[in-house]
């Protein structure tokens, strides 16, 4: 492709002089210059309408206008510094999958080069596929998974110990990345080995010594891993204190906000705000997505302390049995299917399960605040 050529405005004055003088055609001038005659026309009224303002005053009103525009131009460069600033500051509180899924490549004027650097992830990031884990793996996951809710108590090292002793040969690091992908960690009291997202607010815990009578007035949620036949997903349920009514729930084969933010928008819908939500002190859901889909309902905060998992302890409980009695009793191939069977151990659970604790009632009675059956005399 050839290049452009560039003409100085030494040579544009001349020729356009030349052109305002009349005594040649625009042919006769192009062929003097090498210039084409539709750019010696468009150099000539440039010329004309600069002289014209000369002598008009227009030139000073220009001048006057341009540097107008230049300040409006600095103006309005400050406002999208800042605009920019608050805008790179929210989306660094989202997950690097999130941010990665917000890249469009097929943008017409902003690269992927430029998209990745507004969001704050390396261009890696956005190419890299991860890998799947090993069927060893997650057979690993899934024992990991059934002695935990055994003993929660049980970190990496007593896990491993556990998992060599059932045959085996795993080391206490792939045992430690195993449980971090499945987002469990021993629930003990502990130093501070780990900070949350600096972006992110911990909520005090606000149950402590509360009394809870009724329904709406506190609710929990956590998420849990779920094995399946290749691979594994996550679980979020939002429930009732009260009741222990599971008014929503979702599935994701990524453990992001998005998922638990739409099982609460799903509740909120459906139910109506609580006067207090309770959670543990996970990423997603001191998420800025999380915390200000509940401060736009009017609902108070609260997060239970690191490694008291007895703050929350009927969502962990509820985990336990719908294991037991669902999960490791199938052998999910996908999603859907998995999603079909939960849903109808969720119904059954909420409309059929009765609760001592709740005077025999199922947890829907409870929240319907329904009376408690009367035994029949034999």
Known sequence: MAKRKKYSAEFKAKVALEALQGEESMAQLAAKYGVHPNLIAKWKNTAKEGMIGLFSGKRKQQANDHETQIKELHAKIGELTVEKGFFVKGLRALSHARRKDMVDSKH??????RQCRLLSISRSTFYYEPKGESLFNQKLMRLIDEHYLKRPSNGSRQMAR???RQGYNVNRKRVRRLMR???IT???PKPRTSTGHPEHRIYPYLLRGLSINRANQVWCSDITYIPMQRGFMYLVAVMDWHSRKVLSWR?????????????????????????????????????LEFTQTLKAAGVRISMDGKGRWMDNVFIERLWRTVKYECVYLQEFETGSQARETLGEWFRDYNEDRSHSSLDDRTPNEAYQGEEPPILKAA
Do not use: H, W
């Not at 017409?108 to 080069?113: A, S, T």
């Not at 459906?270 to 859901?285: L, R, W």
């Open 108 to 113: 017409e004027q902003l690269g992927i080069v």
């Open 162 to 164: 556990r998992l060599r």
């Open 181 to 183: 992908l499945m987002g």
């Open 186 to 188: 021993a629930v003990y």
């Open 251 to 287: 599935l994701s084969n990524t453990m992001d906000t998005d998922f638990c933010v739409a099982a609460l928008e799903d509740a909120l819908a459906k139910y109506g705000p609580p006067e207090i939500f309770n959670t543990d002190q996970g990423s997603q859901f001191t998420s």
